[in-house]
């Protein structure tokens, strides 16, 4: 087989939520570098503002809650008002919540599928809309290997990324005729604050945003579904998927990797737990059970 000529990443329109921080800010900086038209969305406008002035190349900062389908409309919108339609959308933005899942409050229940799951699902609707009419775009959904595996430790985060990764090869197929790629990331350890507090293990090292960022912009240039940071952790799954159960359980403890959402220090993640909790303004648990809770289960949709 051929190989595949890389598409130029210059000139092109970009739009990355969760943009102003981690994976998102670096990936942003690094399609600039290519010569990418980019927008970064996220929550906190005043920070988003800043971090595209400080990432230059006429990078845009918009506000962007993609827990609300209103909100995503407009960053959208936004974007193509100030550079032109979106050919890639990069739905970024995400959170991490830990712990045993049976102690694991509603409230924050809600949150991780809210912006793991909804945030994603509402992205890559209102994209796919858009590009199906120029027959062309690309949407690229960060995961992680925990969309392919299934630690202990973090139930619903784990959850939400197996959805992204289900939605990614599902979707693409609905849109084999129209021109449009779709790649699913998924990295492991990452070292930012999202990932602060985890350990490297034997079978999971760690990785940095500009690895990611870097896997990212190789996938626009060259499209590919399944995106493995680093590689060769795709080699791993791979080789240990069609084992029995029982055999994968003993690699992962082997490895330690069942351990990477369990062994991690609670100091380092306090300030990350802490943020996690106000990134869906309005379901605080406390603002959650004002909002209508009976003996912890949710009496009607939070939104």
């Excluded at 503002?49 to 962007?64: C, H, K, M």
């Excluded at 409230?107 to 945030?119: E, K, S």
């Excluded at 220090?265 to 737990?273: L, V």
Aim: avoid cysteine.
């Amino acid at each position: 087989m051929a190989k595949q000529e890389p598409r130029p990443v210059n000139g092109k329109v970009v739009a990355i939520t969760g943009g102003a921080r981690g994976i998102g800010r670096s990936t942003a900086e690094a399609l600039v570098r290519e010569g990418a038209k980019v927008a970064i969305g996220d929550l906190d406008a005043e920070l988003t503002e800043q971090v595209a002035g400080e990432i230059g190349g006429a990078t845009v900062g918009l506000p962007l809650d993609v827990t609300e389908r209103e909100s995503f409309a407009a960053f959208l919108d936004g974007v193509e008002d100030r550079l032109g339609p979106v050919d890639v959308l990069i739905n970024n933005a995400g959170i991490m919540p830990l712990g045993d899942f049976a102690e694991e409050d509603d409230a924050t229940t809600i949150r991780i599928i809210d912006i793991n799951v909804h945030g994603v699902l509402t992205g890559t609707k209102l994209a796919v809309r858009r590009m199906r009419p120029r027959r062309t775009g690309h949407i690229i959904n960060v995961a992680s290997m925990a969309g392919k595996i299934s630690p202990p430790g973090g139930a619903t985060y784990v959850a939400s990324k197996h959805a992204v990764v289900g939605l990614t090869e599902s979707v693409q197929l609905e849109n084999a005729d129209y021109g449009i790629d779709f790649s699913v990331v998924m990295p492991v350890v990452v070292r930012t604050e999202l990932g602060s507090g985890l350990k490297e293990t034997r079978g999971v090292k760690s990785v940095g945003p500009e690895e990611v960022a870097a896997a990212i912009v190789d996938a626009i240039k060259v499209p590919k579904r399944d995106v493995y940071v680093p590689r060769e952790t795709g080699a791993i799954h791979k080789a240990t998927y069609p084992l029995p159960q029982r055999a994968q359980m003993a690699v992962a403890k082997a490895m330690k990797s069942d351990r990477i959402l369990l062994d991690i220090d609670h100091g380092q993640r306090a300030a990350y737990e802490d943020r996690a909790a106000k990134s869906e303004p309005g379901l605080e648990p406390e603002a959650a059970d004002e909002a209508g809770t009976v003996g912890g289960e949710p009496v009607e949709a939070a939104k």
